[in-house]
């Protein structure tokens, strides 16, 4: 973690008690903003949390969906703690959702996306990651829709999982829904990331635009 930062959780004091989606707000626990290493050179960006994330207030923690992302990050060499931990010690990795509030019955609408889109806007800006790692559909979508040349509506998570598509000043390397992952298509998102990401200089690629590879 940057070691001029005070600490992991909420570093750019995004509002705590958004009142902005009424049908969320006497639903949700904790509005869940980023969390992690405001140096980080990869961002993780998933739809919505989950029930863990809703509780502890803290993004892909507390239940299994957040364990198999923490054992990924630790597989990937950007946690220092255990699968399971509330408040993980990450080092060159910041966690973040492109909706920040948990209906438990639903995910977000297309208002509640569009509502909360200042937030995910903001921490990309501060962030400015180099890699950015959209988990299930709707991150992906959202993520391509703003930051690539590609037609969104033509992409399927299933099929670009652990590829890399290259978008307007970092590169988007997309993952399936963490619940929905089986654990062989875990490892190839690991073997992709460590091979075909971290094995090069990914910043080699910053700012240009293109295909899919």
Request: charged share 25%; proline share 8%.
């Amino acid at each position: 973690m940057d070691p001029a930062q005070d600490h992991p959780d909420n570093p750019f004091g995004m509002d705590a008690d958004c009142q902005n989606c009424p049908n969320l707000c006497d639903v949700r626990s904790n509005v869940v903003h980023g969390y992690g290493d405001v140096a980080a050179d990869f961002m993780f960006v998933g739809g919505w949390p989950g029930p863990g994330a809703d509780r502890t207030g803290i993004p892909f923690t507390g239940d299994d969906a957040g364990r198999r992302l923490q054992r990924i990050l630790g597989d990937l060499g950007f946690s220092n703690s255990p699968p399971d931990a509330d408040r993980p010690d990450l080092d060159g990795a910041y966690l973040t959702y492109v909706t920040r509030c948990r209906h438990p019955d639903r995910g977000p609408t297309a208002e509640e996306v569009g509502t909360c889109d200042p937030y995910l806007t903001a921490d990309v800006r501060m962030i400015n990651p180099e890699i950015i790692v959209p988990i299930g559909a709707v991150a992906l979508r959202e993520l391509a829709v703003e930051h690539t040349t590609m037609d969104a509506d033509s992409l399927s998570v299933d099929e670009a999982h652990a590829t890399t598509i290259r978008g307007r000043g970092f590169e988007l390397v997309p993952m399936r829904g963490l619940a929905d992952q089986t654990d062989a298509e875990t490892e190839g998102f690991v073997e992709h990331v460590a091979e075909s990401v971290l094995g090069r200089d990914y910043r080699q690629t910053k700012g240009r635009s293109g295909a899919h590879d």
